[in-house]
Structures are given as C-alpha cells and as structure tokens.
Antibody, heavy 120, light 113 residues
Framework: QVQLVQSGAEVKKPGASVKVSCKAS????????ISWVRQAPGQGLEWMGW????????NYAQKLQGRVTMTTDTSTSTAYMELRSLRSDDTAVYYC?????????????WGQGTLVTVSS | DIVMTQSPDSLAVSLGERATINCKSS????????????LTWYQQKPGQPPKLLIY???ARESGVPDRFSGSGSGTDFTLTISSLQAEDVAVYYC?????????FGGGTKVEIK
C-alpha cells in the first residue's frame, strides 16, 4: 500500500532553515510527482510547489521563490523540502502528497504532516 | 493566479439531509482539448491530512462513499453530500489544478445541526 512517512516536528528560530523529509513506499517513486502543501494553525491549505520524482523538475509558488528548494533522492524514494530564512508566519503543518500524474495535479496520497514551529 | 472562492464558509445540516458546497474559480478550469475540468475536492478532519474525494470535478476516488458527488463545469462547481452522516463532519476544500500555482478554496466547515 502507498505510504508517505514524514520526518518529525521541528522548532526553529527566525532566520533559520528547516528540511522536511517524506519517505515513499508501496509504488514506483519515479512515476509520480510530489506536491508540498502547508497549513498554518487554524487556516486553510496552501500549495507550496511540486517536484517530478522522474527528472527533478520543480515548480514553486511565487511567494516562496528563493526560499524553498524541493529535491528527491530516488535511491531511497525520499522527497525533501527545505525552507530558508524562516519567519513566524512559516509556522505550519507541512504535508507532502503524491500526485496522480507526473505533472502538478490532484494528490491522492498524503503524508501525516510535519509541524514546523518558528519562534524566538 | 486562479482564485477559488467557496461558499458558504460553514453549514450545519441534520443527519440524513443533503449538504451542498459551492466553489467558483476566477477563470475557467475546463481544458478544451480533453473536455476535462481540472477541479478536485478534499475532505479534512481535525488532526488529519486532507483526503481526496473527487477529481476531474466529478470522478469519485476509489473507496469514497457514493453519497459524495461532484458536479459543475467551467467556473462553477458543487460538492453534494446526499445524506449527511456523523463521520462527514469535516472541512471541505476545492482545488484547481488547471494551472500553477495550484490554488485552494478557503474551505467549508460542515457540522451536524
């Protein structure tokens, strides 16, 4: 069965960086894309970007350009999302999700979420 | 960016009654070459990740009860829960995947009256 298992909760100071991992299993990793979505406390869902697990092509939300990097390690079927220059409004639960196709699309499997808290 | 607007923000429905959630996109998400609407619906319960319910505006994901249905085309879409069950209490989001950035509606909270 398809599973996405994310790394644990993080507490970071403003200006620091965080790297969240998402280990996939139960399917051919390189046949699908991975989206990253975040959700601030009590708020809605925000799409952060997407990476092709086939060739590493990325597509980032404009508001995060320059601060976010998404990568994959096909040898371990793991996707990573790094966010730099953290601010308090980056406090959120970060989700990885497997898309249904090799383009940004509907996500039919989701990780459990990783809470990132940014606080001085 | 395509703006997704959901209504209402919340609704309370009696058990067994119909719940209807609306989603409007700021531009059409219908791709003319394949006649598909690039619109999906998710359900999110507290403390859980979103769960896919509907894609291509009306295709039900495997395992989703048939009381959930999606309809609409172009810019106006609807998610209908035909007979609300207690386990359907959740927040529901629409999302367009016609173009990047993918964008979500603000969510509709469904409660039991």
């Amino acid at each position: 069965q398809v599973q996405l298992v994310q790394s644990g909760a993080e507490v970071k100071k403003p200006g620091a960086s965080v790297k969240v991992s998402c280990k996939a299993s139960g399917y051919t990793f390189t046949s699908y894309g991975i989206s990253w979505v975040r959700q601030a406390p009590g708020q809605g869902l925000e799409w952060m970007g997407w990476i092709s697990a086939y060739n590493g092509n990325t597509n980032y939300a404009q508001k995060l350009q320059g601060r976010v990097t998404m990568t994959t390690d096909t040898s371990t079927s793991t996707a990573y999302m790094e966010l730099r220059s953290l601010r308090s409004d980056d406090t959120a639960v970060y989700y990885c999700a497997r898309d249904m196709r090799l383009v940004p699309a509907t996500s039919n499997f989701w990780g459990q979420g990783t809470l990132v808290t940014v606080s001085s | 960016d395509i703006v997704m607007t959901q209504s209402p923000d919340s609704l309370a429905v009696s058990l067994g009654e119909r719940a209807t959630i609306n989603c409007k996109s700021s531009q059409s998400v219908l791709y003319s070459s394949n006649n598909k609407n690039y619109l999906t619906w998710y359900q999110q319960k507290p403390g859980q990740p979103p769960k896919l319910l509907i894609y291509w505006a009306s295709a039900r994901e495997s395992g989703v009860p048939d009381r959930f249905s999606g309809s609409g085309s172009g810019t106006d879409f609807t998610l209908t829960i035909s007979s609300l069950q207690a386990e359907d209490v959740a927040v529901y989001y629409c999302q367009q995947y016609y173009s990047t950035p993918l964008t979500f509606g603000g969510g509709t909270k469904v409660e039991i009256k």
